[in-house]
């Protein structure tokens, strides 16, 4: 296709359609709005549906029923809507039904501001929703790489019967760069023994269901979704470094602070500071083993946040107190500066309290 100009939110929605989705359900909501649009447009031209729903509720709920035929489905939000489909969320993991589902993070709590964040980290990795589970989260830093881990999402969401969350902030969708798609290929639906397709008189009937009111299957089906996350923590960690095999401190962020934050690095390592960074691309599983690799060796840490700290917690965790973790974090919508994480960096390398 050769590369073209595009907007973060529409390359979102390009993506899923080569990654072989056909159905999204959703529900308008600043700074996503374009996706949802792009999709009402695209959807018909490669005979898929689009229906925006009356409300993320129902939004979700359709794609339970979509992604329990084994279609490849999606959704997409932003921060308060999000909030609103943390119980279909907790119904596609209790029913172990596929789907893609986008968090598009704004200013919060409450309505806040449509300007970009990362303030919903603790709801994206710990469970936002009731129950004990956990979802994949995937987060790209780059609209190139919104590519790749929509296709990396997709397959993920196959292979573990998991909804899987692709997490991005106000500032990645709204951004355009150029972008170059593989060229789209015909693929060929993936057959699903346990999808609701109707068994046509020839087998058992298929039933998909969170609701279990024995105690005991209930806690067998937890000891099930239990050993499925823990194979999702062995096999789907992504992560990526720069510099740290010389790096006296290592800076860690992820999606758009990340790329702010390399910024900063490449100005520190200029002025002769060792500095490396670690980012996380699956924010859940964390990537705890370049921490653990390097806890025993290096001065500190620093997360770069764009929220009050949240990331910084599983940092901390990994890190388990053998070097210092520090934060530096903005909030509310407001963006750190290249030279705000500098500053930081001179600090921290300083020996200054940070």
Not at 20 to 41: D, H
Not at 109 to 127: C, E, H, M, R, W
Not at 262 to 273: H, T
Request: net charge negative.
């Amino acid at each position: 296709m050769g590369k073209v100009l595009m907007k973060g939110n529409e390359v979102i929605a390009e993506a899923a359609v080569h990654a072989g989705c056909k159905y999204f359900f959703g529900y308008p909501i600043t700074p996503q709005s374009e996706l949802v649009a792009y999709m009402a447009r695209r959807l018909p031209e490669v005979g898929g549906l689009f229906l925006q729903a009356e409300s993320e509720v129902a939004a979700i709920n359709m794609v339970y029923g979509a992604a329990g035929t084994g279609a490849r489905v999606m959704t997409s939000s932003s921060s308060p809507g999000f909030s609103l489909k943390q119980e279909g969320i907790s119904y596609l993991v209790g029913a172990e039904l596929p789907a893609l589902i986008v968090n598009v993070v704004r200013g919060g709590p409450g309505l806040g501001n449509i300007q970009p964040a990362q303030s919903d980290y603790f709801q994206v990795t710990k469970g936002g929703g009731h129950g004990d589970y956990h979802t994949p989260v995937l987060a790209p830093s780059t609209l190139q790489e919104i590519i790749d881990l929509t296709e990396a999402a997709f397959d993920i969401a196959d292979k573990y019967r998991t909804p899987v969350i692709l997490l991005g902030d106000g500032m990645l969708g709204q951004m355009m760069e150029p972008v170059e798609f593989k060229e789209l290929s015909e693929r060929e639906p993936e057959q699903k023994e346990w999808a609701t397709t109707g068994t046509r008189g020839d087998g058992k009937p298929r039933i998909i269901s969170s609701l279990e009111l024995n105690a005991d299957a209930l806690e067998k089906r937890n000891e099930h979704l239990q050993k499925k996350f823990a194979m999702i923590k062995q096999n789907e960690v992504r992560y990526e470094t720069f510099e740290i095999e010389d790096a006296d401190y290592i800076v860690t962020a992820y999606g758009t602070a990340a790329r702010i934050a390399m910024n900063a690095i490449n100005k520190a390592r200029k002025d002769g500071l060792k500095i490396g960074m670690i980012r996380p691309i699956t924010l859940w599983p964390f990537p705890e083993q370049p921490f653990i690799d390097t806890r025993d060796r290096v001065k500190g840490y620093h997360s770069v946040e764009m929220s009050a700290g949240q990331m910084v917690e599983d940092v901390r965790l990994a890190v388990e107190g053998r070097a210092p973790v520090s934060f530096f974090g903005r909030t509310g919508g407001v963006v750190p500066t290249q030279e705000e994480i500098y500053d930081q960096i001179i600090k921290l390398a300083g020996g200054v309290e940070v």
